[in-house]
C-alpha cells in the first residue's frame, strides 16, 4: 500500500509505484486510451466540439452559466464572445469569476447553484 499526501492545488500526491498499472485500449479502435466523453482539466477540447459549442453560442438567445469560475481559457472567452454578440449571460456561482473581475456586462447571481437549479425545477414542473 502507498501513501497519500494533500498538494496545496487540492490534488493528491500518491506515494506508490504504477508502473506496473495496465492502462485499457479503447474498445472501437484498439489504439489509444479508454477515457469517458470528457474533457479532463488541462486537456484541449477536441476542435469538432469547440466549433459546435461557439456555434451555440452564436445562436443563442441567452447563456446561463452554472457553477463555474470561468477562470479556464475556452469556457471564458465562449462567454466573452457572446457578451459581444449582445447575448445576455447570467452566471450562477458563489464567489468570484473572471468575467467579474474582466468587468463583463453579465448577471451575476451570488449563490449555490445546487439549490438554485433545484428550486427552478420545482417552479418550472408546476
Known amino acids: ?15 506508490r509505484d504504477f508502473s506496473d498499472f495496465n492502462v485499457p485500449a479503447c474498445p472501437h479502435c484498439k489504439v489509444g486510451i479508454l477515457k469517458p ?10 476542435e469538432p466540439r469547440k466549433q459546435e459549442v461557439q456555434g451555440l453560442v452564436s445562436a ?8 463555474s469560475s470561468l477562470w479556464t481559457p475556452l469556457p471564458f472567452r465562449l462567454i466573452d464572445a457572446a457578451v459581444k454578440a ?8 458563489v464567489g468570484p469569476t473572471r468575467a467579474c473581475s474582466r ?3 453579465v448577471l451575476k447571481i451570488e449563490e449555490q447553484c445546487g439549490a438554485v437549479l433545484e428550486q427552478t425545477a420545482s417552479l418550472l414542473s408546476e
Open 1 to 15: 500500500r502507498g501513501r497519500a499526501t494533500l498538494r496545496p492545488d487540492g490534488d493528491a500526491a500518491l506515494e
Open 37 to 46: 466523453a470528457v474533457v479532463f482539466f488541462g486537456d484541449s477540447v477536441p
Open 60 to 67: 443563442a438567445s441567452g447563456i446561463l452559466v452554472a457553477g
Open 86 to 93: 449582445s447575448v445576455p449571460v447570467a452566471i450562477l456561482n
Open 103 to 105: 468587468e463583463l456586462p
